[in-house]
């Protein structure tokens, strides 16, 4: 199965949210203000969120007072191109002239970060560039060890050190390495114990301070991975991350059948971060660019 069709069976469960159903609103009616009201309700359902299934439905409104959507058919072409407009590309990551291009990859726990830094790690060896990866999650030994597995997987050095050592420490030491061995890029894994909400928040804080003093540009990317299936949460989980460092792009995984994808919407409407990266599947090779029209394309066609 070609990665457009995978990524179509991954929004298989939005699409019956969000298509399927205002296909059904669509039936039978002409477009009027109560249609209108009727299919902000299925945006919200969808996981699309109340700020900016709004918003999209007050263009809508618009463009029906001007006597633009005559017909339901109109209508859902609209609504795709809203949608479309509401999203646009967050354009992947590419590492810019300045070396060692930094990575700081955050999120909680069991959203498949080490992962999706092996994907990366992965990706950026195949385009001829020297990587580093930096076991930032010294809170889980596991998280060692995994993040170990990726590195040999992907080809690419790591820097770890013992289980409870300061993820800071491991950081520095990771930059001083790349520097030295004139390294393209970095990318660091974080502990993500969101019950530990303070004290995780802090540790970030340092880990920043501490790549700043040593590249002042840097982070360069601060990537932030949340699950597909978690819907609203990933909102939550977006503000807290970006309040406390600022997070640049978004990598959502698991967009499987249960994602609620919708979700892509309400990140970029509501917090104004693009979804840089998207999963959509287990294979080293299934972390790709998000593409607006493809994901588009793939919702509802």
């Known amino acids: 199965m070609g990665l457009f069709e995978r990524l179509k069976q991954g929004l298989s469960k939005t699409k019956k949210n969000l298509v399927e159903k205002a296909e059904v609103l669509f039936l039978g009616r002409n477009v009027d203000e109560s249609l209108l009201n009727e299919l902000e309700e299925v945006l919200i359902m969808a996981d699309v969120g109340p700020k900016a299934s709004a918003e999209i439905i007050s263009t ?65 060896k195949n385009e001829g560039l020297k990587v580093i990866l930096a076991a930032g999650d010294t809170f889980r030994a596991a998280a060692i060890e995994q993040l170990e597995i990726w590195a040999h997987r992907s080809d690419t ?35 993500g114990r969101l019950h530990t909400k303070t004290n995780l928040m802090d540790e970030l804080k340092k880990i920043k301070r501490v790549i700043n003093r040593e590249i002042p540009s840097a982070p360069h990317e601060v990537l932030l991975v949340v699950d597909a299936t978690s819907g609203q949460n ?18 959502l995984t698991k967009l499987d059948g249960t994602a609620k994808g919708g979700i892509v919407i309400a ?9 840089k990266l998207i999963s959509v599947g287990e294979r080293i090779e299934d972390l790709r660019d998000f593409n607006a029209e493809e994901f588009v394309g793939a919702l509802f066609g």
């Open 60 to 124: 809508l409104k618009e463009k029906f007072k001007k006597g633009e959507l005559s017909d339901t058919v109109g209508l859902k072409n609209a609504l795709k191109e809203e949608i479309k407009l509401a999203i646009q590309d967050g354009s992947g990551i590419k590492i810019t002239k300045e070396r060692p291009y930094i990575i700081l990859t955050v999120g909680v726990n069991g959203v498949g970060k080490t992962t999706t830094i092996g994907k990366l790690a992965w990706r950026f």
């Open 234 to 251: 990933v909102i939550h989980q977006a503000k807290i991350f970006g309040e406390a460092i600022g997070v640049t792009g978004i990598a």
């Open 267 to 275: 990140i970029k409407k509501e917090l104004n971060i693009p979804v």
């Open 157 to 191: 050095q790591i820097i770890k050190h013992k289980s409870g050592a300061d993820p800071a420490a491991v950081v520095y030491d990771a930059i001083m390495s790349a520097k030295a061995k004139n390294m393209d890029a970095v990318i660091i894994d974080t502990a």
